[in-house]
């Protein structure tokens, strides 16, 4: 059974940084394309970043050139670099994997940037 376990949310301001990680178990990680999606209060969820298994990534348009998503499938993780952090990017920041078309959600980490 696949486990994400997201960390290194937390409460920033306007401008600063983050990285958000997520430890995948029980899966094929190598092979599975990985993501971050985001959810703020009273909208929906929404991607932010994928990876696939060759390192090509996609982006949504309001993180590209301010977000990186990165992998290590020597250590079944996945990040996201989050720098020049905006109060809109505040949201519950989800994992994701997807592996033959099977979909797995980490439980989500709060990310707060005060303006």
């Known amino acids: 059974q696949v486990q994400l376990v997201e960390s290194g949310g937390g409460l920033v301001q306007a401008g600063g940084s983050l990285r958000l990680s997520c430890a995948a178990s029980?899966?094929?990680?190598?092979?599975?394309?990985m993501g971050w999606y985001r959810q703020a209060p009273g909208k929906q969820r929404d991607l932010v970043a994928s990876?696939?298994?060759?390192?090509?990534?996609n982006y949504a348009e309001s993180v590209n050139g301010r977000f990186t998503i990165s992998r290590d499938n020597a250590k079944n993780a996945v990040y996201l670099q989050m720098n020049s952090l905006k109060p809109e990017d505040t949201a519950v920041y989800y994992c994701?994997?997807?592996?033959?078309?099977?979909?797995?959600w980490g439980q989500g980490t709060q990310v707060t940037v005060s303006s």
């Open positions: 994701t994997q997807r592996t033959w078309g099977l979909d797995y």
């Open positions: 990876i696939n298994s060759s390192g090509g990534t």
């Open positions: 029980g899966g094929i990680f190598s092979i599975s394309t």
